[in-house]
């Protein structure tokens, strides 16, 4: 299994391709082709009624109590696009989505510039290389809920361990989490911390696909590292980087955990990104048809961001 | 540098491709300093992994130990709560989905990587529309649906949810890997009169335990760290998997870290033992396990 052939598969997935081309017809023998298109569907089958049901079918149902004023028991009414102008008029929107954006961009490029740093250094020949490789990854294995425990722990309170330091480095009273700016930025740092493994792993694997003797050529006609880095690195990484930010984005954006754990999304609502408000509003404030407004919002925005993402990768399909 | 040095290089990257790749990337020079910035990064970086684990080993509060490690912590967690039930609770729902994980996306993942035709693409399309959508947009519906069946605060319904989660990304895992495995060898086996079926369970799934492997890491990570999923749908104490069950006991003891951190390390221990143990097949194998959500 490659980086390269689940990235292939995104890719096609998005075009509409499949793996197979554009519909041309199977090159199986005629002889095999009901049986064996037969036994392929029975292949499929399972995966397929699990995709609807548990994927598929809530998202339409989601999409019907969204334009009701039901709760979670009873629903309501049709109340047509009322839901959708009330979250667009709500000021607490528009902050949640300015933090969303925040929130996934720090995310998106902070772990991929980390993560990229750490798998160039970790390509090179390093004594016990392979450990630091398991170490680096331990951020991403281990549950949000342990992580987010721990980073409360170092944080949360002035008589926390970090705060502590602020001060005797004479940084005076820092409140990582009871600043509203510094709340964001403390949360988009752990989002960094979790995500930077993935990035690393990605990264890695375009990496050593690369041909080892492109960079000899490149250094016997007189590049600098810095020149063989973004003339031959970079453009043969290039795709695998598109997918690895297009995937990040939709985990950034659908990040519930990191948010909720670590700041509950606090203090006043700074650190409230669109699916923390969405829950909020279903689970704590019992208004289901708002909530599913924002989360529909929310989908819309993410499918958009990915296709003009895809696009540009189609642009560097090149390899 | 003269041309004279390229026909050098070529030969030495026939005789000895590792020692070459060392001569690009680092030469010695270079080594000592990447050495001593990887290894301040990752001291960085497991702080917080690491505070975990010596919170849990210092001495209970109001203990008279003074050791300066002691597994008080453990022993009273063990007695003063149900985390227990808790590992008991999210061993269960992540065995069994990892199990039906691998066994519904083995054969899907086949026809993903074999078959080509138009279903095909639609079925592709289907996989990553699902694999976009957000989470939270799903589990109100189902949270509607499964209150009408009795589905809620039951370990059956997360495990449902959680199964229905791993789908895509265990499908392309096990399709990226069956995408290794050369086409001949089935079509020997079908020349020998074996069926389709036939020829994917002896000779394309025996080849396959790297893939397999990596697929049940993947959806055993999905299953055992989620918190959402959890959090909606599991109500009481005796159903609680461990994530909610560690917030929850956070909640109450928020001062007491030993005892937290005691549950934090029993729950991140079976994530981290696996992973150390297995990832051979995620550093070789591939990078589709990290298309796990985060």
């Known amino acids: ?319 | 540098m003269t041309t004279a040095v390229a026909p050098h290089g070529l030969t030495t990257v026939a005789s000895t491709p590792a020692g070459k790749r060392a001569d690009i990337y680092t030469g010695l020079r270079g080594r000592w300093w990447r050495f001593l910035v990887i290894l301040v990064v990752t001291a960085v970086v497991l702080v917080p992994i690491a505070s975990v684990v010596f919170l849990s080993l210092q001495p209970a509060l109001g203990s008279t130990s003074t050791a300066p490690i002691t597994l008080e912590n453990f022993a009273n967690v063990f007695s003063q709560t149900s985390v227990g039930t808790w590992m008991a609770n999210s061993l269960a729902v992540t065995v069994i989905t990892v199990l039906i994980a691998v066994i519904v996306a083995a054969p899907a993942g086949y026809v993903l990587s074999r078959a080509r035709n138009r279903l095909v693409s639609g079925y592709s399309l289907v996989l990553f529309i699902v694999q976009s959508l957000p989470v939270v947009t799903a589990v109100i519906p189902l949270f509607i649906l499964f209150a009408a069946i009795g589905l809620v605060d039951n370990l059956v319904g997360v495990t449902i949810i959680y199964v229905g989660s791993t789908m895509s990304v265990a499908i392309w895992m096990m399709a990226a890997y069956y995408d290794s495995i050369p086409i001949a060898l089935e079509e020997a086996a079908w020349m020998d009169g074996c069926s389709v079926l036939g020829g994917f369970v002896r000779v394309v799934l025996r080849n396959s335990l790297p893939g397999i492997l990596s697929t049940a890491i993947f959806a055993f990570l999905l299953a055992w760290n989620d918190y959402l999923i959890a959090v909606v749908f599991l109500r009481s104490d005796p159903n609680y998997t461990l994530p909610v069950g560690l917030e929850t006991f956070f909640q109450q003891n928020a001062t007491n870290w030993g005892l937290v951190m005691a549950v934090a390390v029993v729950m991140m221990l079976p994530p981290v033992l696996l992973f150390s143990v297995l990832n051979r097949y995620f550093s070789v194998g591939g990078i589709g396990g990290s298309l796990a959500g985060r």
Not at chain 1, 23 to 28: F, I
Not at chain 1, 60 to 65: E, H, L, P, V
Not at chain 1, 109 to 137: E, N, Q, Y
Not at chain 1, 199 to 218: G, K, P, R, T
């Open chain 1, 1 to 319: 299994m490659s980086t390269n052939s689940v990235v292939n598969r995104l890719q096609r997935a998005k075009a509409g391709v499949g793996v197979g081309g554009s519909g041309s017809a199977s090159p199986r023998k005629k002889g095999r082709f009901s049986a064996r298109t037969w036994t392929l569907i029975a292949f499929a089958l399972p995966s397929l009624i699990l995709l609807l049901l548990i994927n598929l079918y809530p998202v339409i149902y989601a999409g019907i109590q969204s334009v009701r004023n039901g709760d979670l028991i009873d629903a309501g009414n049709f109340v047509g696009f009322a839901n959708y102008a009330k979250i667009l008029s709500d000021p607490a929107f528009w902050a949640a989505a300015q933090f969303t954006v925040i929130f996934t961009v720090t995310g998106v490029f902070g772990s991929w510039l980390i993560g990229l740093a750490l798998a160039l250094l970790l390509r090179t020949r390093i004594p016990g290389g392979g450990v630091f490789k398991v170490l680096l990854l331990l951020p991403w294995v281990v549950p949000v809920v342990v992580s987010a425990t721990s980073w409360n722990w170092l944080v949360a309170t002035p008589q926390s361990p970090l705060p502590m330091l602020a001060q005797a480095l004479g940084l005076g009273n820092v409140l990582f989490l009871a600043n509203p700016v510094l709340a964001q930025v403390t949360v988009c740092v752990f989002k960094v911390w979790i995500s930077f493994p993935f990035m690393m792993m990605m990264m890695s694997s375009a990496l050593a696909s690369v041909d080892v003797n492109v960079y000899e050529a490149a250094k016997v006609d007189g590049a600098s590292s810095w020149q063989s880095f973004s003339h031959i690195t970079m453009p043969l990484i290039a795709r695998t980087t598109y997918v690895s930010w297009i995937l990040m984005t939709i985990f950034c954006v659908n990040d519930f955990p990191t948010i909720f754990l670590l700041t509950g999304g606090g203090p006043v609502n700074s650190t409230t990104s669109l699916v923390v408000l969405a829950y909020r509003t279903v689970f704590q404030n019992f208004q289901t048809g708002p909530g599913v407004a924002i989360a529909f919002v929310m989908t819309l925005v993410l499918v958009v961001i990915s296709v003009a993402l895809y696009r540009q990768i189609r642009k560097v399909n090149i390899e």
